[in-house]
DNA sequence: AGAGTCTCGGTTTTT
DNA sequence: CCGAGACTCT
């Protein structure tokens, strides 16, 4: 005879605090956890924060915290979890979900951005917003920017006023940092200072133009949810009432807005974790504050303090160079971290001759571990730009190696996707001047004074759509009104997103051959490969904002679609590894000008912020860690010239490390591949005596 | 006058 | 690899 269980709901206010829920499964967490991590999943009310160093188990803690709670009986969806980047986010929920059953999939949290984003969405028309704002993107904010300045005359007048990409960052700087524009000139951009009265004004036509249009840059969702809680308090308590438990993961990445926002969730209930480690803090430049992390006991009275300094992610090898490096910044840590996992291999740093070599070792090297068993998910491939990794995307591609990359140009980011969203857009926001401004650009014939013509017609007719009726010269008259007449038939909204879309496709691929006559096979297939990914979405509201906030990687539409048989290998820029983990990890593009940035090494303190980039990147690998370079490098319009490697890996001591050389025979064996000589490596202890190599006696 | 073409210079990291 | 500006064509 079958038995149902009957889930009698508890709603009393207590959640349990007092029952012996726990009982048998206490024991769980005591033995999987160390005592500080067990005291802070137990403590669970008031304040807390965990400061603690890389892989000492924070986001284990947090998620473990998660699984605890709701075993007491706390409905998961009066849990949120939140961080910074949209890759750690993924991994704490994802982590958390793992803990629990499918009650995980209530809890509240995600980015910052995605959580101000949903509660803006929900109760915009209780303070006044448009119910269907629209988010700008990096690209969109700018091109706002850009039609305010031209609008001004700004771009006329002075020659030399800065740009619509510089000016985009010292806004968001400004906002982000809570510092007077003129401030942030002083400080990035001091040649453009004259211009600090002018950009300060151009700054505050930008916010009446986003506020008259309905428009909300990243920036935006963040203040105007901090503005939510300030003006309308009681919303703002009814929103925190249902946020019984707050935590924070990477807290040393937020910024002061996003610190009082944390401040307004927990408002109600007061508890609220934070989690973090002050050496890892690498947003600096979008104004993230470390010294939030500091000031948390401070924000939050009878804050505990939990520190964990056990680290049980790499072998002590790993540690003790990852231990070195990051004592080398100028303003010092105190945490030293300890291991106690088995003794491993030393981490390596590899000296390629040049670009062509470090790529050949990484992808031999990955079949090679492939072989030995480690599967491909357990593989990375770390940067410092997105795009240095390019030739190795190749190289993986030739041999077929599926790999996943983040951090790289996204989707919306490629100019043929932008035309293609563009009539989206319009068909979503038919007075969406930017996508009028690049879509009517594409027609034959029109330029930009026949585009803002055109545009300053939809601004005040009442049919945007039919724009084939403007008093035109008869050269336009037929694409106009093909135009216009494509859209409007769109917008009923009979059809489904699908088939939106592949009207559009229809619409514009002829245009977009004649655009990009020169390689439009390839961007085709990546239309269309696009066009699959947004069939999955459910209406375009939903489409554009997510595109916006959690944008796809443009390799993800490049790559044939992964084998289901075997899970990919990662490239990530160092950025978006934040908070993650694999078994093994190389460091590509080491070089002194990478990382440290060329633009960070005038600036002590931007300086520190590279050693801990390079901090981060290091403490992501468990038991191999490879740290690349090139010697010599070559770069588009310039001679081949010897690079540095980076001074963070120099005057290392000699017992931390291994030095690989790259030395290139035959193959002996079956000669697999295409039979050409592959490079050999051959490791050296840089210990002994007469092995001390360095770059000049390399066989090159 | 406005559209189309070509060249040069600048290029971080994220939401 | 894209955007801005100079230059040329209609
Ligand atoms: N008490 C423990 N016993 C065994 N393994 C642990 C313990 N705590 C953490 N780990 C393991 O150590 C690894 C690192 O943990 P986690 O990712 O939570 O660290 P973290 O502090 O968040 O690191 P980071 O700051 O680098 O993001 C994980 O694989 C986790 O499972």
């Known amino acids: 005879m079958n038995t149902r269980k009957f889930v009698l709901y508890d709603d009393s206010d207590d959640g349990g605090k007092?029952?012996?829920?726990?009982?048998?499964?206490?024991?769980?967490?005591?033995?999987?956890?160390?005592?500080?991590?067990?005291?802070a999943v137990t403590t669970t009310d008031g304040a807390l924060l965990v400061v603690a160093g890389a892989g000492t188990g924070k986001t284990k803690t947090l998620t473990y915290r998660v699984g605890y709670l709701i075993e007491s009986g706390v409905p998961a969806s009066d849990i949120l979890l939140l961080t910074f980047t949209r890759r750690a986010a993924q991994e704490m929920l994802a982590r958390a979900a793992a803990i629990c059953d499918s009650r995980c999939s209530q809890i509240q949290g995600g980015t910052f951005h995605a959580f101000a984003h949903k509660l803006l969405r929900l109760h915009a028309s209780q303070i006044g917003l448009a119910e269907n704002f629209t988010v700008l993107d990096q690209a969109d904010a700018e091109e706002t920017l850009d039609i305010v300045r031209t609008a001004?005359?700004?771009?006329?007048?002075?020659?030399?006023?800065?740009?619509?990409?510089?000016?985009?960052?010292?806004?968001?700087?400004?906002?982000?940092?809570?510092?007077?524009?003129?401030?942030?000139?002083?400080?990035?951009?001091?040649?453009?200072?004259?211009?600090?009265?002018?950009?300060?004004?151009?700054?505050?036509?930008?916010?009446?133009?986003?506020?008259?249009?309905?428009?909300?840059?990243?920036?935006?969702?963040?203040?105007?949810l901090r503005d939510l809680f300030l003006n309308f308090p009681e919303l703002?308590?009814?929103?925190?009432?249902?946020?019984?438990?707050?935590?924070?993961?990477?807290?040393?990445?937020?910024?002061?807005?996003?610190?009082?926002?944390?401040?307004?969730?927990?408002?109600?209930?007061?508890?609220?974790?934070?989690?973090g480690d002050d050496a890892q803090s690498i947003y600096a430049f979008r104004g993230a504050n470390y010294r939030n992390i500091l000031d948390f006991p401070n924000q939050?009275?009878?804050?505990?303090?939990?520190?964990?300094?056990?680290?049980?992610?790499?072998?002590?090898?790993?540690?003790?160079?990852?231990?070195?490096v990051i004592n080398r910044a100028k303003e010092k840590f105190t945490k030293?971290?300890?291991?106690?996992?088995?003794?491993?291999?030393?981490?390596a740093i590899v000296s390629a001759p040049d670009e062509r070599f470090q790529t050949r070792f990484i992808a031999q090297r990955i079949l090679e571990l492939r072989e030995?068993?480690?599967?491909?998910?357990?593989?990375?491939?770390?940067?410092?730009?997105?795009?240095?990794?390019?030739?190795?995307?190749?190289?993986?591609?030739?041999?077929?190696?599926?790999?996943?990359?983040?951090?790289?140009?996204?989707?919306?980011?490629?100019?043929?996707?932008?035309?293609?969203?563009?009539?989206?857009?319009?068909?979503?926001?038919?007075?969406?001047?930017?996508?009028?401004?690049?879509?009517?650009?594409?027609?034959?014939?029109?330029?930009?004074?026949?585009?803002?013509?055109?545009?300053?017609?939809?601004?005040?007719?009442?049919?945007?759509?039919?724009?084939?009726?403007?008093?035109?010269?008869?050269?336009?008259?037929?694409?106009?009104?093909?135009?216009?007449?494509?859209?409007?038939?769109?917008?009923?909204?009979?059809?489904?997103?699908?088939?939106?879309?592949?009207?559009?496709?229809?619409?514009?691929?002829?245009?977009?051959?004649?655009?990009?006559?020169?390689?439009?096979?390839?961007?085709?297939?990546?239309?269309?490969?696009?066009?699959?990914?947004i069939a999955n979405y459910q209406n375009l509201e939903t489409l554009l904002a997510e595109l916006a906030l959690d944008p796809i990687e443009l390799t993800a539409i490049e790559t044939e679609p992964a084998k289901p048989d075997e899970q990919p290998m990662t490239l990530s820029t160092i950025h978006s590894a934040k908070g993650l983990e694999w078994r093994t990890v190389f460091l590509i593009n080491m070089l002194d000008g990478v990382l440290p940035s060329k633009y960070a090494v005038d600036d002590a303190a931007s300086l520190d912020e590279e050693l801990r980039l390079l901090y981060v990147a290091m403490t992501r690998a468990k038991s191999l860690l490879y740290v690349c370079y090139p010697i010599v490098c070559t770069q588009r319009g310039f001679e081949d010239y010897m690079s540095n490697p980076s001074r963070f890996l120099q005057k290392l001591p000699d017992a931390l490390y291994e030095r690989i050389l790259l030395v290139q025979e035959k193959r002996k064996s079956p000669p697999q591949l295409s039979g050409k000589a592959k490079p050999q490596l051959q490791k050296k202890a840089s210990g002994g005596k007469n092995e001390n190599f360095n770059d000049d006696n390399l066989p090159f």
Not at 154 to 160: A, G, L, T
Not at 304 to 320: G, H, M, V, W
Not at 336 to 347: H, V
Not at 456 to 465: M, N, T
């Open 372 to 533: 030995e068993g480690v599967p491909l998910r357990e593989i990375a491939v770390l940067m410092r730009n997105g795009r240095d990794s390019y030739a190795l995307e190749l190289e993986l591609r030739k041999r077929n190696i599926p790999f996943v990359k983040f951090g790289g140009q996204k989707v919306v980011e490629a100019a043929h996707i932008k035309d293609f969203l563009a009539y989206l857009k319009l068909i979503y926001n038919p007075r969406d001047v930017i996508s009028w401004n690049r879509v009517l650009q594409l027609l034959e014939g029109v330029g930009p004074k026949t585009a803002k013509q055109v545009i300053e017609w939809v601004k005040d007719s009442g049919s945007p759509y039919e724009i084939g009726g403007v008093k035109m010269s008869a050269k336009y008259a037929a694409s106009l009104k093909n135009l216009g007449d494509l859209l409007g038939s769109l917008s009923s909204g009979k059809k489904s997103l699908g088939e939106t879309a592949a009207a559009v496709m229809n619409y514009y691929l002829p245009l977009m051959h004649e655009k990009y006559y020169e390689d439009f096979p390839k961007r085709e297939k990546d239309l269309e490969n696009f066009l699959n990914i």
């Open 152 to 224: 001004l005359g700004f771009n006329k007048k002075e020659k030399r006023f800065p740009k619509k990409r510089t000016l985009a960052t010292v806004i968001s700087t400004s906002r982000n940092k809570q510092l007077p524009i003129e401030l942030v000139v002083e400080a990035q951009y001091p040649h453009f200072l004259s211009f600090a009265e002018e950009i300060e004004f151009l700054a505050k036509k930008y916010r009446e133009y986003k506020r008259a249009n309905a428009l909300l840059d990243f920036d935006d969702l963040l203040t105007e």
């Open 18 to 39: 007092d029952s012996p829920a726990h009982g048998a499964s206490l024991e769980k967490y005591q033995s999987e956890l160390n005592s500080a991590q067990f005291e």
């Open 300 to 324: 939050f009275p009878e804050c505990k303090l939990i520190k964990l300094e056990e680290n049980y992610r790499s072998t002590p090898e790993i540690l003790s160079l990852t231990n070195f």
């Open 336 to 347: 030293t971290l300890f291991s106690r996992k088995p003794e491993g291999e030393l981490p």
């Open 236 to 275: 703002g308590h009814q929103i925190s009432s249902s946020l019984r438990y707050v935590m924070v993961d990477e807290y040393q990445d937020t910024n002061l807005v996003q610190a009082e926002l944390v401040a307004h969730f927990s408002a109600v209930h007061k508890n609220v974790m934070a989690v």
